[in-house]
């Protein structure tokens, strides 16, 4: 994790997506190589957090449908 990345589990989903859009924009107006290094350390970040979200997302989708429950294969 990046030394200046705050814990982005605090945020909301619509707070992370704002922080998402911020930093892009950072990295395509800058011109200094650096900058869009350690921007891109933070972007790559916010985008592991949002990922994380919808894994979880997901996995509780998957587990509410209980598909296995359905499907009887005997």
Do not use: C, W
Not at 9 to 37: C, F, H, M, P, Y
Not at 49 to 68: A, C, F, G, I, P
Request: glycine residues 2%; without cysteine.
């Amino acid at each position: 994790m990046h030394p200046l990345v705050e814990d982005f589990s605090k945020l909301t989903d619509a707070e992370l997506q704002e922080r998402l859009t911020k930093i892009n924009r950072v990295i395509r107006q800058t011109g200094n190589g650096q900058v869009i290094a350690q921007a891109m350390l933070i972007r790559d970040a916010l985008m592991e957090d949002q990922n994380r979200r919808y894994r979880e997302l997901m996995d509780k989708s998957v587990n509410n449908t209980k598909l296995s429950d359905s499907i009887d294969i005997s």
